[in-house]
């Protein structure tokens, strides 16, 4: 095996256990379709060296749907970082496939996965999942609110890319900040690159960032959730998929796949921020 590989490998063992939850889905308008009950297991076998996963999934009336899968390897669709966190996904995007990605993150004993999914390039539908270790107490956070979010914010990032070059490390700052009842202005720093804004209008749960030529939105979810991602993938741009996740009142996480102008997986970055 590859030290690289090697790496990988022990960071997907941070995610051992049986976790507990639901898959729900939810309408690029923010609007709750389903909820599903689930468990999902991640066992591993020979001595580490392999991965049973079990889901289950607990249909309303209906028999337990199971899936098993076991690998000893990770596509290089798939990336994790140090604490656990990972994101698996297309490669390429095209615009008359389908096209998204899974967004994971894990903070103790809970977890927290978005899934972004489009077909002919417009935003389908989005897969939230909250999970906790079997056996935890601890709660679900309350619905993300735009107040949660306003406040300037200064963290770390740390950027894996797909061509598998070392890891880079960056200070980062975002500010959100209200200039109108439905007017939003975010401002955002990686590093010593230039602050890119953006204004957005406030709809309901909604974010809708239509200045740049492809129109980008937030949703507000559950559980201190966001998800951020283009309305409709427009040819030679690029392009982002984001999840956030309000971890207490002044501490955040968030995960950016980013794609490059052709559509190729470039990198995938995780960034902790505390507000100021």
Same mark, same amino acid.
């Given at each position: 095996?590859?030290?690289?590989?090697?790496?990988?490998?022990?960071?997907?063992?941070?995610?051992?256990?049986?976790?507990?939850?639901?898959?729900?889905?939810?309408?690029?308008?923010?609007?709750?379709?389903?909820?599903?009950?689930?468990?999902?297991?991640?066992?591993?076998?020979?001595?580490?060296?392999?991965?049973?996963?079990?889901?289950?999934?607990?249909?309303?009336?209906?028999?337990?749907?199971?899936?098993?899968?076991?690998?000893?390897?990770?596509?290089?669709?798939? &990336?994790?970082?140090?604490?656990?966190?990972?994101?698996?996904?297309?490669?390429?995007?095209?615009?008359?496939?389908?096209?998204?990605?899974?967004?994971?993150?894990?903070?103790?004993?809970?977890?927290?996965?978005?899934?972004? &999914?489009?077909?002919?390039?417009?935003?389908?539908?989005?897969?939230?999942?909250?999970?906790?270790?079997?056996?935890?107490?601890?709660?679900?956070?309350?619905?993300?609110?735009?107040?949660?979010?306003?406040?300037?914010?200064?963290?770390?990032?740390?950027?894996?890319?797909?061509?598998?070059?070392?890891?880079?490390?960056?200070?980062?700052?975002?500010?959100?900040?209200?200039?109108?009842?439905?007017?939003?202005?975010?401002?955002?720093?990686?590093?010593?690159?230039?602050?890119?804004?953006?204004?957005?209008?406030?709809?309901?749960?909604?974010?809708?960032?239509?200045?740049?030529?492809?129109?980008?939105?937030?949703?507000?979810?559950?559980?201190?959730?966001?998800?951020?991602?283009?309305?409709?993938?427009?040819?030679?741009?690029?392009?982002?998929?984001?999840?956030?996740?309000? &971890?207490?009142?002044?501490?955040?996480?968030?995960?950016?796949?980013?794609?490059?102008?052709?559509?190729?997986?470039?990198?995938?970055?995780?960034?902790?921020?505390?507000?100021?």
């Amino acid at each position: 095996m590859s030290e690289p590989y090697l790496s990988q490998w022990q960071r997907l063992l941070k995610n051992v256990g049986t976790w507990q939850g639901s898959f729900t889905q939810i309408s690029p308008e923010g609007k709750v379709l389903a909820d599903l009950p689930t468990e999902v297991a991640l066992i591993p076998q020979d001595n580490d060296r392999a991965m049973r996963q079990e889901i289950r999934r607990y249909p309303p009336s209906e028999p337990t749907q199971t899936t098993v899968l076991e690998y000893r390897s990770l596509s290089r669709s798939t &990336l994790f970082f140090e604490d656990g966190a990972f994101s698996q996904g297309t490669i390429q995007w095209g615009p008359f496939s389908e096209f998204g990605a899974e967004l994971g993150l894990i903070a103790g004993d809970r977890r927290l996965r978005l899934v972004q &999914l489009f077909e002919q390039s417009d935003l389908k539908q989005l897969t939230l999942i909250r999970e906790r270790l079997q056996g935890s107490e601890t709660p679900e956070r309350e619905p993300l609110a735009l107040s949660d979010l306003v406040g300037t914010w200064q963290g770390e990032s740390v950027t894996q890319y797909a061509d598998l070059r070392p890891e880079q490390q960056q200070h980062t700052q975002l500010t959100v900040e209200m200039t109108g009842d439905k007017q939003v202005r975010q401002t955002i720093t990686f590093g010593d690159s230039p602050p890119i804004r953006s204004t957005g209008t406030v709809e309901g749960q909604k974010i809708l960032f239509t200045g740049r030529s492809q129109p980008v939105q937030i949703l507000l979810l559950p559980d201190g959730a966001s998800a951020t991602c283009p309305l409709r993938i427009t040819p030679r741009q690029p392009l982002f998929l984001e999840v956030g996740w309000l &971890l207490d009142a002044n501490t955040r996480q968030r995960m950016i796949r980013s794609y490059d102008a052709a559509g190729a997986w470039s990198s995938l970055t995780l960034v902790t921020e505390r507000k100021k």
